[in-house]
């Protein structure tokens, strides 16, 4: 009798192991940005989720520190401050290359439904968020090359 309640204990912890490995869409893809000599860490938005939250789930962050939200085509992709809590920079990358930036969007006040749109005017693959100021303090200018080690 003991034997089969340990069985049925062990059926259970691994279904529950299966259930939690396979619906576990939420590790944290992390890589090394590199731009005009300057280095971040960079967390990789990868799950559309990843991509709809950015940095909103941060109250601040390191200045060697930056979110890349990557896409499988070039496109003009469109930002928004929803529910963040800092004003940041946003850099539209286009095959290693800066492209187009909005420095020192500021973070909502108060919530609304009507956020500006930041959307790059020309075609990016790859977007990232610093802090605010950033782009300006290190030099960046479009053109710059970048590179991400994923």
Known sequence: ?????????????????AFLYFN??????SS????KGKEFNAEIAN?????QTGLA????????????????KK????????????????????DNKVVDIFKN?????KESENLPRYTSSLPADTVLEINAGLFDKYGFKIGDSIKITY
Do not use: C, Q, R
Not at 47 to 51: C, L
């Open 105 to 109: 969007v500021p973070f909502p006040k």
């Open 57 to 72: 789930k941060y109250n601040k962050i390191n200045d060697n520190f930056m979110m890349v939200f990557p896409f499988n």
């Open 32 to 35: 090394k940005v590199i731009i």
């Open 24 to 29: 576990n869409d939420k590790t944290i893809s």
């Open 47 to 51: 799950s559309a989720e990843d991509k």
């Open 75 to 94: 496109g003009y992709y469109t930002f928004w401050m929803k529910d963040m809590k800092f004003s940041i920079d946003i850099i539209y990358v286009a």
């Open 1 to 17: 009798m003991k034997s089969i309640f340990f069985i049925f204990i062990f059926i259970i912890f691994a279904v529950i192991g």
